[in-house]
């Protein structure tokens, strides 16, 4: 992973980590996506009900994806949680790495026909679109999709190469269809009964739905499919996953987004 973010990290971020201590009441872990950071997570926040031993949780040197709970920017200090991360949170996150590992490997087939270095090439393209960007998949993903040009990200003599790397290595879904679920639950447990519900949506197609938190009970999924009545039905199909896994004291709320 050549990218690494500057500052802190935001509360309720969600973060790639590796665990590098295991004390008795606490783990430390680095943060992978800002380099030298490093953050606590308390043992209340490694697993629900009582813990006799860390280690039958996490083991040193294991990746592991956290939600950022605190952070006190006077100190330093980051304080993080492992039980809050939902199913469906983790599964993004991962596959966020693992987007972004492909980008780098399509840079790194260019940069060695080019006789250049691969973190030359990164930092070079990625000076332009992490402007524009969150990740160089996002931006190849776009160029796929015909929403954007190579050209306005990448110097000339590289277009052809990666081009046509970029066309072997990341296809485009024939159709897309996005919406917005809002979730409200006024009982007790409803946290959990929100996360359990979101959690089925995998259930119904687990390579082709994606499912991220916006903030405020609201969140964004994304059907694909190669025909249009396809994912429809996998819209359908899903919503009516998650509508059947709220109790009564949940408010439910789906919208399109064109």
Same mark, same amino acid.
């Given at each position: 992973?050549?990218?690494?973010?500057?500052? #802190?990290? @935001? @509360?309720?971020?969600?973060?790639?980590?590796?665990v590098t201590k295991i004390h008795f009441h606490s783990v430390f872990a680095r943060l992978n996506e800002y380099?030298? #950071?490093?953050g606590m997570i308390h043992i209340s926040e490694i697993s629900p009900g009582r813990i006799r031993n860390l280690n039958d949780y996490v083991k040193e040197g294991k990746v592991i994806v956290c939600k950022v709970l605190r952070v006190n920017e006077e100190r330093n200090q980051i304080d993080l949680s492992l039980r809050r991360v939902s199913e469906h949170q983790r599964r993004t996150k991962i596959d966020q790495i693992k987007q972004e590992n492909i980008a780098e490997k399509i840079l790194e087939f260019v940069a060695k026909k080019h006789k250049k270095e691969t973190r030359e090439l990164y930092d070079l393209i990625g000076k332009k679109v992490f402007d524009d960007y969150d990740s160089l998949y996002d931006m190849f993903e776009d160029y796929v999709a015909g929403e954007v040009k190579l050209e306005d990200y990448v110097p000339k003599s590289l277009l052809k190469d990666l081009d046509e790397i970029i066309r072997q290595r990341i296809k485009e879904p024939n159709v897309c269809i996005k919406g917005e679920i809002s979730i409200k639950s006024y009982a007790p447990e409803g946290i959990e009964n929100i996360k359990d519900a979101l959690n089925s949506a995998f259930k119904v197609d687990k390579e082709n739905i994606t499912v991220n938190y916006l903030g405020a009970g609201k969140h964004k999924i994304q059907i694909m499919s190669k025909e249009y009545p396809v994912a429809e039905k996998l819209l359908k199909k899903t919503i009516d996953s998650i509508k059947k896994k709220l109790d009564k004291k949940s408010e439910f709320d789906f919208k399109r987004i064109e």
């Open positions: 992973m050549f990218r690494q973010k500057e500052g #802190l990290p @935001e @509360e309720s971020d969600i973060v790639l980590c590796t380099g030298h #950071l490093s």
